[in-house]
């Protein structure tokens, strides 16, 4: 099976920063990845599919790019309400997902 | 507005069957939608379980498939999971969601999610 491996686990940021968070195949995906963000006690919610595709309502601070076995999640100016985990998802093969970005406030 | 909500037992007993309902609204759960189940034990990440179409196609982790089965009721719009022979290891935080599109190898991404709903494996 595909294993998802995010970095790093744990990220420092404050608010106004551009932060990147990488997220690496075992194997090729071609380009069948999706972001989440989750919020303590609360479901995730998509940000984006295919890679890059902003998914309907999320701000475009928010973008996605990558193919193949390395992804990137950029978010180009934090704002307060971004401090979350966030996760990959491989929909090439089955689906799993890594695990877990932390953004925490600085 | 899709809305899905998960319903069943908080606490279940080794070795017996987690049994969960999710009861989807404002959508016809006959409509191009997949449906499936997620999971997350507390703290921890994210795992995708197993996804239905309406017509009873289903589509499951291969880790979890001996022990999973998901079901579908039109008239109710309603589907649902069925795992046996849990452990605590099945502790987690179960979500019904929607999921795009499923092949025969693999289900894609989920843009609608319930609150998920908090099961315990404990004698």
């Known amino acids: 099976d595909i294993q998802m491996t995010q970095s790093p686990s744990t990220l420092s940021a404050s608010v106004g920063d551009r932060v990147t968070i990488t997220c690496r195949a075992s194997?090729?995906?071609?380009?069948?990845l999706a972001w989440y963000q989750q919020k303590p006690g609360t479901a995730p919610k998509l940000l984006i599919y295919?890679?890059?595709s902003l998914h309907n309502g999320v701000p475009s601070r928010f973008s996605g790019s990558g193919s193949g076995t390395e992804f990137t999640l950029t978010i180009s100016s934090l704002q307060p309400d971004d401090f979350a985990t966030y996760y990959c998802q491989q929909y090439n093969s089955y689906s799993t997902f890594g695990q877990g970005t932390k953004l925490e406030i600085k | 507005q899709v809305q899905l909500q998960e319903s069943g037992p908080g606490l279940v007993k080794p070795p017996e069957t987690l049994s969960l309902t999710c009861t989807v609204s404002g959508y016809s759960i006959s409509s191009g939608y997949y449906w499936g189940w997620i999971r997350q034990p507390p703290g921890k990440g994210l795992e995708w379980i197993g996804s239905i179409y309406h017509s009873g196609s289903t589509y499951y982790n291969p880790s979890l498939k001996s022990r999973v089965t998901i079901s579908v009721d039109t008239s109710k719009n309603q589907f649902s999971l069925k795992l046996n022979f849990v452990t605590a290891a099945d502790t987690a935080v179960y979500y019904c969601a929607s999921v795009a599109y499923c092949s025969s190898t693999s289900c894609y991404y989920s843009d609608y999610w319930g609150q998920g709903t908090l099961v315990t494996v404990s004698s």
């Open positions: 194997q090729s995906i071609s380009r069948w």
């Open positions: 295919e890679a890059s």
